[in-house]
């Protein structure tokens, strides 16, 4: 006799663009799980079509089935929507458990509703620590981290950073699911990939992009890092597709971006060309320093301290701050080799019943 196959709900909540490449890898893979169900939730906190839709569209994304729309007003303002709105949702879904990646103010938002229904939360990418409390995302991620049940670490640092907190229980290390997104990218849209006004043939190409709040919200920073992308364009042709975060910033600190190319935000498989083709990367953007790397592109970090310290160890990602990249240039295995997505599932298929 067959028996009936017991249908684990899974409830999962993006909204900020580095969100949406990751689910993309899970999301298909629940899709092809029988005994797994995701209601996606996007929180709307982008919401431009380069920052949202195109992502959905270019990575065949089965749409969300919540679109919540909140995008207006402060940090806990729009964190405190987004909890109410989330919960509404749980209410009527009853999910086995709540899925969120990284640390924006979404992350933060769906795992607290969750835990205060007592809906056990899943959190990839957990235990990343940058050490600075004053970054929105330091907040969001150790926050989220204490509440989570399942917390799936990208690097062994992570591993530690948690234990040092002392969160002991179900912490896996996975690997990074944004390998697993590129590798597909590479599969996918392997060289076809044309950016609108960008040679790619050339060889001086540096991909560059700056979207932190530290540096956005900062005029003196901002001035300083385009003074110091200015200084490089005599060895490189810097192309910045511009968050539109940092878009507003620098109309009102006044900005001069000197000779640095500006294109609007590019689609992911663009992203990936326009990495691939670079020699170098410039970036405060948490997952492109470790896309860098995938490419074998050496990257320059434009913050203080970076979570991804494995790559500064190997060689791969200084800050702009230090001198030199360390000596001699080492592989980072622990990122795994493309299947942590599928790890993910296997790991909740144990341990979460419903
Ligand atoms: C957020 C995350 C950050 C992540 C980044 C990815 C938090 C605290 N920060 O930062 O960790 O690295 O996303 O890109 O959650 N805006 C638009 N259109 C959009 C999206 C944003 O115009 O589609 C503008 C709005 O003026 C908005 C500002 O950008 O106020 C900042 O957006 P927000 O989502 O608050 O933070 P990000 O800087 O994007
Ligand atoms: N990205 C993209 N187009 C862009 C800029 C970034 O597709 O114009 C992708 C990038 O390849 C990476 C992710 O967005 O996969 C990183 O997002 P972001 O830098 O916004 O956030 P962070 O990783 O710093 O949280």
Not at 100 to 123: C, E, F, Q
Not at 202 to 228: G, M, Q, V, W
Not at 285 to 306: D, I, M, N, W
Request: net charge negative.
């Amino acid at each position: 006799m067959e028996r009936a196959v017991v249908m684990l709900k899974i409830v999962t909540v993006v909204g900020a663009r580095p969100q949406f490449i990751k689910a993309a890898v899970l999301r298909e893979l629940f899709e092809s799980s029988p005994d797994i169900k995701e209601i996606l939730i996007h929180t709307g906190q982008h919401y431009d079509v380069s920052m949202s839709d195109i992502f959905f569209s270019d990575l065949n994304i089965k749409p969300a089935e919540y679109k919540l729309g909140i995008n207006t007003g402060g940090p806990g303002q729009t964190t405190g929507r987004m909890m109410e709105e989330i919960e509404k949702v749980l209410q009527i879904e009853k999910p086995d458990a709540m899925l969120v990646y990284g640390d924006t103010n979404s992350t933060l938002a769906g795992a607290l509703s969750a835990v205060k229904l007592h809906i056990p939360v899943i959190h990839v990418e957990a235990g990343l620590r940058s050490f600075n409390k004053r970054m929105p995302e330091e907040i969001n991620r150790i926050m989220t981290d204490h509440v989570s049940d399942y917390l799936f670490c990208s690097t062994e640092t992570g591993v530690t950073n948690l234990q040092n907190e002392n969160i002991s229980k179900n912490i896996f290390h996975v690997g990074d699911i944004m390998y697993d997104a590129t590798l597909k990218a590479i599969r996918d849209f392997g060289s076809n990939v044309v950016v609108p006004g960008v040679d790619l043939s050339k060889d001086n190409l540096a991909i560059c992009t700056i979207h932190r709040a530290e540096n956005t919200d900062a005029p003196n920073i901002l001035k300083s890092i385009f003074d110091y992308l200015n200084e490089q364009t005599h060895l490189y042709e810097i192309i910045l597709p511009l968050h539109p975060r940092t878009e507003k910033a620098l109309k009102e600190h006044s900005v001069d971006v000197g000779n640095i190319r500006i294109i609007s935000p590019v689609g992911y498989p663009q992203m990936q060309a326009l990495l691939a083709a670079s020699k170098i990367a410039f970036t405060d953007s948490g997952g492109l320093q470790k896309e860098a790397y995938f490419h074998k592109v050496p990257c320059v970090t434009l913050r203080g301290e970076t979570e991804w310290v494995e790559l500064v160890d190997a060689g791969w990602n200084r800050l702009w701050t230090s001198e030199e990249f360390a000596q001699p240039r080492l592989l980072v295995e622990e990122y795994g080799s493309g299947d942590t997505g599928e790890k993910i599932v296997k790991y909740i298929k144990e341990y979460i019943k419903n």
